[in-house]
């Protein structure tokens, strides 16, 4: 049943107490009359444990967890790099990460957790906008992602776009490469 839903757990009528049924859960469809009936004939095991305040849910290695990381180590796209800004401004949008290389060049890097053609197709987009600004040009691109697809990379290539994958665990710290088998 699709949520939201309600539910309700009600001792059983008499007809349903001849036939064995010892407890009756109802679950109630809070936007339609769509209702589930459960009818319990025997509890093996009834036990609870408290867990403690839930936290709601919390996403681990969103795209922001990545910006933030590769600018705190924006060496990881090469040794010379600098941060210029994260979240650089343009008409079209945020370019994640606007950076020089070693050389003083300006690099676009645009950050997808699973990288595939429309994240190239946006850098494109980044980049032919940097590149009428003199006081940036010429700019190059980075596709980064956790992930690329095959038809992304060739798509970035073909346009002169660097890609590079990113490993989060690692650039967190939370990967152990001595304690890998693999």
């Known amino acids: 049943m699709?949520?939201?839903a309600t539910l309700r757990v009600s001792s059983p009528e008499d007809v349903?107490?001849?036939?064995?049924?010892?407890e009756q859960w109802t679950v109630q469809s809070a936007k339609t009359d769509d209702r589930l009936i459960i009818n319990i004939h025997e509890k093996l095991n009834d036990s609870s444990h408290d867990l403690g305040v839930d936290p709601g849910l919390i996403k681990d290695g969103v795209e922001a967890d990545l910006q933030r990381l590769l600018a705190e180590q924006i060496e990881t796209l090469g040794e010379g790099y600098s941060l210029i800004r994260r979240e650089y401004f343009t008409a079209i949008g945020p370019v994640d990460i606007?950076?020089?290389?070693?050389?003083?060049a300006t690099?676009?890097?645009?950050?997808?957790r699973r990288g595939d053609i429309d994240g190239v197709e946006q850098l494109t987009r980044y980049l032919e906008l940097l590149n009428r600004d003199p006081l940036l040009a010429p700019v190059r691109g980075i596709f980064a992602a956790q992930q690329i697809k095959?038809?992304?990379?060739v798509l970035a290539n073909d346009r002169g776009i660097d890609c590079i994958t990113l490993d989060y665990d690692a650039m967190r710290g939370v990967d152990d490469v001595e304690s890998r088998l693999f």
């Open 2 to 4: 699709s949520p939201p």
């Open 150 to 153: 095959p038809q992304a990379k």
């Open 98 to 104: 606007l950076a020089r290389d070693a050389d003083g």
């Open 16 to 22: 349903d107490l001849e036939l064995g049924v010892v």
């Open 107 to 112: 690099v676009a890097v645009e950050l997808k």
